[in-house]
């Protein structure tokens, strides 16, 4: 089993930064493309932007393109968002999510992983 860890999550004004870490331990080879997904009360779970294997292959929802950043460190294990000019529409349950294809998908239902979220809420 892979288990995976979200942190970073917080209350910001619009305009500010937040940057989530992702940490994955227990069979953690087997935890590799790794995506970024929201969901905001009452709405679907959607994608936000993941990464491949060797962190060269990175997709982004349309929303978020130009203001978050996806990157991995794996001798750490760990992937991060760097969310820049958050915008109160980006207030969500943001979930880490993995899967053991090395690259990186927008479908949720293809992860394998899932964490169990940090809330990110910017206000207005």
């Known amino acids: 089993q892979v288990q995976l860890v979200e942190s970073g999550g917080g209350l910001v004004q619009a305009g500010g930064s937040l940057r989530l870490s992702c940490a994955a331990s227990?069979?953690?080879?087997?935890?590799?493309?790794r995506g970024w997904f929201r969901q905001a009360p009452g709405k679907d779970r959607e994608f936000v932007a993941a990464?491949?294997?060797?962190?060269?292959?990175?997709n982004y929802a349309d929303s978020v393109k130009g203001r978050f950043t996806i990157s991995r460190d794996n001798a750490k294990n760990t992937v991060y968002l760097q969310m820049n000019n958050l915008k109160p529409e980006d207030t969500a349950v943001y979930y880490c999510?993995?899967?053991?294809?090395?690259?990186?998908?927008?479908?949720?239902?293809?992860?394998?992983?899932w964490g169990q979220g940090t809330q990110v809420t910017v206000s207005s």
């Open positions: 999510a993995a899967m053991r294809r090395q690259l990186p998908s927008s479908t949720p239902d293809e992860y394998t992983y």
């Open positions: 227990g069979r953690s080879f087997s935890a590799v493309a």
């Open positions: 990464i491949g294997l060797s962190g060269s292959t990175t």
